[in-house]
């Protein structure tokens, strides 16, 4: 493993250059919350590298909220500073979906080949963060093309893929400063932060667990927690790993795909008025089938990654984790 | 974009619209290349500026240069369809999904059970099947439909029952003075039909409820469970397994579908709503 090591102030000099020929997108602190913004050489200074998720999941550059299908785009080559791997685990499922099968979406590969993915170090955990109770790391594991990991004012940079490779190669990081490893003390803030979390997170039921509680019939259950559902579908829009849309109409027979989302009422509705997910308490219900049954059995890949976004976007205060934790009581 | 882009539809011009009955019309379209399907598989309708549908054709699956789509109006989209006119254009994507299985009907009966506008997609079958019928037994129809007037293509009747092999049944919910032939709900064919069941199989497409009580019908017959085929319906938007609207337990129906042996979805959720 080869570990490029860069001091802070030849970091801030590294990025103003790569913004000149890429658009550079990094997580910024703002009042209450932290989210991707573009970066313009003004606001290098104020890219939170450490943190853990932004508001806006990944998926929003491969997979935009809204995105006309007929008509490309003009894109650009990105850059994407600071993905925690809540998100990255995502794209397992993700590529899945869009590229894997007998029809590739080009939208979405092309977004993704346009994209340089930078992962981080996690530094903090929200209370709703819980990657350990599906057995991910809260720093990049893979599904990144380079790895960030920041201490004691320097950055080092770790090589994921051949494309990383390549971009390290062309933009050229000061080379006398390879390390054979991440420094020990880089190691030991990893170590740190996943006992912290598996503190934090020792009640949650892993995937299995989650699965047999969630297919247990208990229909008393979800209507306990549907209670408070709004059907804001914010669970499903916020989520990493949700991928469904719908194909908007337009003039000249363009198309645009716009994000959608099955707890939203009328998502499964036909013509003719049936609907398999009326009822609300059994659209909830679907939501858990889909992320801990469905989805890991059609394409061997996890529907969720913890992120916890999904807990703090509720606005009925439905917390995924006490839905499971009840869900797996009882045996 | 050099690869293809699964989402563009393909122009095609509406040369004919024929009524079928106050609510359900046929589109005859001429797509501006040709454009082949399996019999069963679907295709997506665009109508400009409106919005998108599944359809199954009902044209022969061996003709490339047209092909026909039966719409009852029902919704949004096809409320506008039925206003459409001949030279007017509409978008299609496809074909997709899994059809009816034709080699697994070979030296077998094959029973059919449609209602309504489930026809549609019956007609491109039994058209198939009549070009193949050299390797068939025997096709048993029936059809169910709630009046006489609501009966869809009279000609076709006609003609299905002066071919050899094929014998056709019909039933309507509530009869007039011209009606001659039965009178309930479908399944009510299936008590005069003579099938040879372990020699054959059975297809199934129709509204909801009437492939829920077909099916079970047949299952009471002693139909077995993989040699009921069902023509699943579903909310779709992209039907390439990608946005998520026709998910039913492991499946998504248009990708995985919309051909399904009863027993590959029984144990599905919600599989008749």
Known sequence: ?331 | MQERNIYKPIKAELIKVIEESPTIKTFVLVPEVEFSFKTGQFIEVTVENVGEAPFTPSSSPLETKQLEITVMKTGYVTEIMHTMQPGQYMGIRGPYGRGYPLEEFYDKEVLILGGGCGFAPIRSLLYNLKAISDKLRKVTFCYGSKTPEECIYKPYIKELRETPKFEVFRSVDKADESWEEKVGVVTVLLDDVKVDIPNSAVVVCGPPIMMKFGTKKLLEMGYPEDKIYLSMEKNMSCGLGKCGHCAMGHYFVCKDGPVFSYNEIKDSPNIWS
């Open chain 1, 1 to 331: 493993m080869s570990v490029y090591r860069i001091s802070e102030d030849k970091w801030v000099e590294y990025v103003k250059e790569l913004v000149r020929e890429y658009q550079v997108y990094a997580p910024i602190v703002k009042t209450n919350s932290t989210d991707f913004e573009e970066i313009t050489p003004e606001k290098i200074g104020r890219i939170n590298y450490g943190g853990n998720t932004a508001s806006t999941p990944l998926k929003a550059f491969f997979f935009p909220f809204k995105e006309n299908v007929v008509v490309a785009a003009d894109k650009k080559p990105r850059i994407i500073i600071g993905v925690p791997n809540c998100d990255l685990a995502a794209l397992d499922l993700l590529d899945n979906i869009y590229l894997g099968g007998e029809f590739e979406d080009l939208y979405y590969k092309e977004n993704r080949e346009q994209t340089i993915l930078f992962g981080k170090d996690c530094d903090s955990i929200k209370d709703s963060c819980h990657c350990s109770a599906y057995g991910l790391k809260p720093y990049a594991e893979k599904n990144c093309d380079i790895s960030m990991s920041v201490w004691d004012g320097n950055f080092y940079l770790v090589p994921m893929s051949t494309k990383g490779e390549a971009f390290l190669d062309k933009h050229r990081i000061n080379q006398n400063e390879t390390l054979a490893a991440l420094p020990e003390k880089v190691v030991q803030q990893r170590a740190g932060l996943v006992t912290a979390l598996q503190n934090q997170n020792k009640d949650i039921p892993d995937e299995q667990a989650s699965r047999r509680g969630i297919e247990k019939e208990n229909p008393e259950l979800w209507k306990k927690h549907a209670a408070t559902c709004v059907s804001c579908g914010a669970c499903s829009l916020i989520c990493p790993t949700c991928h469904c849309f719908l194909l908007i109409d337009r003039r000249d027979f363009e198309k645009v795909k716009n994000w959608d989302a099955c707890q939203l009422p009328g998502f499964s509705r036909v013509a003719a008025g049936e609907d398999p997910l009326l009822k609300l308490y059994e659209r909830l219900k679907f939501r858990y089938l889909c992320k801990f049954v469905y989805k890991p059995d059609m394409f061997k890949a996890i529907a969720c990654t913890g992120c916890g976004r999904c807990i703090d976007a509720c606005l009925g205060k439905i917390n995924k984790n006490e839905v499971l934790i009840e869900a797996c009581q009882g045996g």
